[in-house]
Structure formats: structure tokens, C-alpha cells
């Protein structure tokens, strides 16, 4: 971008003190006139007093709200058209914004650095991510590369609009990806290497997580076209109910109260889809 004046980079941060002292002087020398924030997510340790220090913009938190929670109160009170959210760890270097912002000019609304495998934390995490990417791009219709890296450039009018939606969880890089493309928001793909993580543990724990992670399958769903979960699922309740009857009628000649339960599961979920589906278009209306 030629005016890095109406450039907002936000690092949401929690325990990043260790990071945030090689990342913050590397980005203002990179992004002079660049608006720098650091969202305190109620960290314990110094992570306000280093990013004070290198003069960027502090927002601390008394106690932790939450990584998306964190965006949302960035992107609030980012001044910049152009909003960066970058990790705080180290994992993410300056010298790869551009290559975000680049594809910025060329039309696109969101830009997202997409991990390769050695980004990934473990082999789980690179496992689940494949999989999500993979039902994503089927709900889309769209090659999706990386659809939970919170590395990303947007344009701020855009992005402001979604800002209800936005978790105040982890996922907040799923809901946004999804609701760009709902809304037919052009959405690129960058490939970036990723550092290896400077200070503390993952803040994501596989196990303890396990049950959200699964959620965002259905916030997937959920966020851009229900339909395509729910019609599935009605399916093939239909063909077991339908089985079902064939198999007792042939036996025993008779019509039970399991073939009578799949079809009516049948139903209840393909009308619990259609007013999914309902709901979610008039999410997305302009107010």
C-alpha cells in the first residue's frame, strides 16, 4: 500500500512479552506511519509495558476476554482503511504485510497468509485444519488454503460489518472468512512461512478444545449455506427410514415405529435447515 498512513496493524496479545520484543520494533521500522495496537487480553506478565515502550497504541483488558474478543475491540478502535491482524508470538515477520497489502490493490477485500504444514503446531492441529479447509471449500465453492491462519489484511469498512458475528473465541478467523465469501467479498491467498513460536505454550489445547473445534463444523455451516449440512442429513435419515421399512415389510409385513421415527427425523431436520437457511440470509442483509 502506497499510503501506510491508512494502515492499522492490530496484535491481540496475552503473555506476549517475550514476542512482542522482537515483533513491534521490526514492524514500526517496517510501518513508520503505520497505527500499531496491541490488545492486552489481561496478560500477567509485561506485555502492556514492552509495547508501551516501543510507542505503539495499548488497549489492555483487566482480565481475558477472549482472542476474538481482542479483534473486535482492535478493530473498533482502529483508525486505518486497511486493518492487519498479525499474531503477537513471533510467528508472523513484517516483511510478509506486503505481500498481503499487494493483494489488496489488486481488487481482492481480504487477504490471508496461508500456512503450509510446517506451520502447524502438531500433526492434530494440521489434520483438523485440513479437514476444515476441505468442507469449507466445498461449502464455498472457493479454494479455501487456510481458513483458520489469523494472519490477514482486510479492508476496514468490510470487515466492521461482521463484527457482530465475530466470536470471542479462537474462531474468529473461521466466522470472518465465511462471511466475506457469503457476502461475496473477493478473498485471497498468500503462502507465508511461519517462525517457530517465541515465548510461552499455545494458548489452544487440543483437548480442552476439542469440543469447540468440532463446533466450528457447524458454525461452517452455519455462516454460509445450512442447507448443505442439514439436506445431507435429512438423506440419509430418508434412506435409513425408507431401508427400514422395506427390510420389516419384507419380514414381517408390517409398518414399525422405527421406520415412522427416521422418516419424521427426515423431516424435523430438513425444516430445521430451511429455517436455518432463512436465518442466516437475513444475517446477512444490509442494514
Same mark, same amino acid.
Not at 427425523?265 to 446477512?284: D, H, K, P, R
Given at each position: 500500500?502506497?499510503n501506510h ?6 496484535? +491481540?496479545?496475552?503473555?506476549? $512479552? ?11 521500522l517496517?510501518?513508520?506511519? $503505520?497505527?500499531?495496537? @496491541? ?9 502492556a509495558?514492552?509495547?508501551? %515502550?516501543?510507542? @505503539?497504541?495499548v488497549?489492555s483488558?483487566?482480565y481475558s476476554?477472549?482472542?476474538g474478543a481482542a ?7 482502529? /483508525?486505518? *482503511?486497511?486493518?492487519?491482524f498479525m499474531?503477537?508470538?513471533? %510467528?508472523?515477520?513484517?516483511e ?13 477485500d481480504?487477504? @490471508? ?11 492434530q492441529?494440521? &489434520? $483438523? ?9 466445498w461449502?464455498?465453492?472457493?479454494r ?7 494472519f ?10 461482521? &463484527?457482530?458475528? #465475530?466470536?470471542?473465541?479462537?474462531s474468529? +478467523?473461521?466466522? *470472518?472468512?465465511?462471511a ?10 498468500? +503462502? ?5 513460536? @517465541? ?6 489445547h487440543?483437548?480442552?478444545? /476439542? #469440543?469447540?473445534f ?8 452455519? &455462516? ?11 438423506a440419509?435419515?430418508?434412506i435409513?427410514?425408507?431401508g ?7 419380514? $414381517? ?9 427416521l ?5 424435523i ?6 429455517? *436455518?437457511? %432463512?436465518?442466516?440470509?437475513?444475517t446477512? &442483509?444490509? %442494514?
Amino acid at each position: 500500500m502506497g499510503n501506510h498512513a491508512a494502515l492499522s496493524i492490530i496484535l +491481540p496479545a496475552k503473555n506476549e $512479552a517475550e514476542g512482542l520484543r522482537g515483533t513491534l520494533p521490526a514492524l514500526r521500522l517496517a510501518y513508520p506511519d $503505520a497505527e500499531i495496537i @496491541v490488545v492486552d487480553d489481561g496478560s500477567t506478565d509485561d506485555t502492556a509495558a514492552v509495547a508501551e %515502550q516501543v510507542g @505503539v497504541r495499548v488497549l489492555s483488558s483487566p482480565y481475558s476476554m477472549g482472542n476474538g474478543a481482542a479483534i473486535k475491540r482492535g478493530a473498533r478502535a482502529a /483508525g486505518g *482503511s486497511i486493518l492487519v491482524f498479525m499474531d503477537a508470538d513471533g %510467528q508472523h515477520g513484517p516483511e510478509h504485510v506486503g505481500a498481503l497489502l499487494a493483494k489488496l490493490d489488486e481488487g481482492y477485500d481480504m487477504a @490471508v497468509g496461508a500456512r503450509d504444514r510446517s506451520g502447524q503446531a502438531n500433526l492434530q492441529r494440521g &489434520l $483438523a485444519n485440513a479437514f476444515y479447509n476441505r468442507l469449507a471449500s466445498w461449502m464455498t465453492g472457493h479454494r479455501i488454503a487456510d481458513l483458520t491462519s489469523g494472519f490477514r489484511a482486510v479492508r476496514a469498512d468490510k470487515f466492521k460489518e461482521f &463484527l457482530h458475528l #465475530l466470536p470471542n473465541g479462537f474462531s474468529y +478467523p473461521t466466522t *470472518s472468512t465465511m462471511a466475506f465469501f457469503r457476502s461475496a467479498y473477493p478473498v485471497a491467498y498468500v +503462502p507465508i512461512p511461519v517462525a517457530k513460536r @517465541v515465548g510461552t505454550g499455545s494458548h489452544i489445547h487440543p483437548l480442552k478444545d /476439542g #469440543l469447540r473445534f468440532l463446533l466450528i463444523i457447524f458454525k461452517i455451516a452455519s &455462516l454460509y449455506s445450512p442447507l448443505k449440512l442439514f439436506v445431507p442429513a435429512a438423506a440419509a435419515f430418508f434412506i435409513a427410514g425408507i431401508g427400514w421399512y422395506a427390510w420389516t415389510f419384507h419380514e $414381517a409385513g408390517r409398518f414399525t415405529n422405527m421406520s415412522m421415527l427416521l422418516l419424521s427425523a427426515a423431516v424435523i431436520v430438513f425444516l430445521i435447515g430451511l429455517v *436455518s437457511e %432463512q436465518i442466516t440470509n437475513l444475517t446477512y &442483509l444490509k %442494514q
